[in-house]
């Protein structure tokens, strides 16, 4: 494998403001960075899966550089981002004695860096936190940018907060054991970058993306451009005012059918629901005359060459009605006075805010790709 170089991608925030390091091997090195935040004493949040390959390490770790360090593991899955696992990892920080100067460590994927991230910005009212995200989905969106949360029964993310860390440490070579599916899930996080608002590094994923799965320098640089892009959209819009919802492209469709399969992994993860939520959003645009037919099929076409679901009949077990899926979305975060609000494509690269969708438009949509029309 080539070496390379550790890539530093800034966010800066002001006094909010933390590095993303992205490379191979960064986990090893982790507790001189981490020690250097100047904290006594940090609790590393894991699940049962990454707990006993990486906990014990990193704890050891911490406690060489004379940090008093404790972990604490959750059940893996999206089912895990709720009330009751919430309350047990704030009296987990609470009983390690963390302090607001001390830290909370995320480590694992996006389920765990969301819940712990809320947790740390709720205790004490606020300690400071560190993401070492071990999924590509998470070392390419969730870690960073604050956004922090768990599920409600109403659906995903509604109850969160806005809570930035103090660093991020992703480390491409954890992605080595992944599981495939997972690796995919991922990977439609990366696409959806140059989907928003950069045509050329959708072209760049067209080219490289085996090389992205495979472990090579292309990793690297997909982590590193998809956080520059993140933190290019955060560091304009922190707190989701404007911009920063365009990072939701895919996601009003793709939350929908998680919530519609009771956020089941093993009928969907996360990245599966972007994927198709991406070419929903590209076949809508379509359907309304805003974007080329040709772009909407290339988005397909490049998702389904990863092995990444593109049409709501790929849910397994189905997505219910087109009532269900309408119901689901009206749960949103995005919705504001009872309308829709998508992100749309005017073409690749092309993204736009569309608030005030009418709600029949979207019926009938959905009535096409599921077959009620």
């Known amino acids: ?49 990454v707990g006993p ?108 907060a806005f809570h930035q ?3 991020v440490l992703a480390d491409t070579a954890l992605l080595d054991t992944l599981p495939i599916r997972e690796m995919r899930a991922g990977y439609a996080e990366v696409v959806k970058y140059g989907l928003i608002d950069d045509a050329r590094f959708f072209d760049w994923c067209e080219a490289n993306w085996r090389g992205v799965f495979s472990g090579g320098l292309e990793r690297d640089e997909a982590v590193a451009q998809s956080c520059r892009a993140k933190a290019a959209v955060v560091v304009r819009d922190e707190r989701e005012d404007g911009d920063r919802a365009l990072l ?32 929903l959003a590209f076949r809508f645009s379509v359907s309304l005359g805003l974007c080329p037919a040709a772009d909407a099929e290339r988005v397909e076409a490049h998702l389904a060459a990863t092995g990444l679901p593109t049409r709501l009949s790929h849910v397994p077990g189905g997505c219910g009605s087109v009532d ?21 494509a005017r073409g690749i690269g092309q993204s736009f805010i569309a608030p005030g969708i009418a709600v029949e438009k979207v019926r009938s949509f959905l009535a096409s790709e599921t077959g009620e029309a």
């Open 53 to 160: 390959l990486y906990a014990d390490a990193l704890a050891e770790a911490l406690q060489r550089q004379g940090l008093r360090a404790t972990t604490f593991a959750v059940t893996p899955g999206e089912a895990t981002k709720s009330y009751a696992s919430l309350e047990k990892v704030c009296d987990a920080v609470l009983a390690a004695k963390i302090e607001r100067g001390d830290l909370v460590v995320a480590l694992g994927g996006g389920v765990v860096g969301d819940l712990a991230g809320f947790a740390a910005a709720v205790v004490r009212r606020g300690v400071r936190f560190v993401q070492v995200p071990t999924t590509l989905l998470a070392q390419v969106d969730s870690s960073v940018g604050g956004k922090t949360g768990i599920n409600s029964r109403y659906g995903k993310n509604l109850v969160g």
């Open 165 to 167: 860390p103090s660093l």
């Open 324 to 344: 269900d899926l309408l119901d689901a979305m009206a749960q949103d975060k995005k919705v504001k006075g009872g309308a829709l609000t998508f992100i749309l």
């Open 248 to 279: 939701n492209l895919g996601h009003t469709f793709g939350h929908a059918l998680e919530r519609i399969t009771r956020y089941d992994s093993a009928r969907l993860v996360h990245g599966e629901g972007v994927a198709i939520g991406l070419c």
């Open 1 to 49: 494998m080539p070496e390379a170089p550790v890539i530093t991608v800034p966010v800066p925030l002001g006094d909010r403001a933390y590095d993303i390091f992205v490379g191979r091997g960064l986990l090893a090195g982790a507790g001189p960075r981490i020690a250097a935040l100047g904290a006594r004493a940090a609790i590393i949040i894991t699940d049962e899966n």
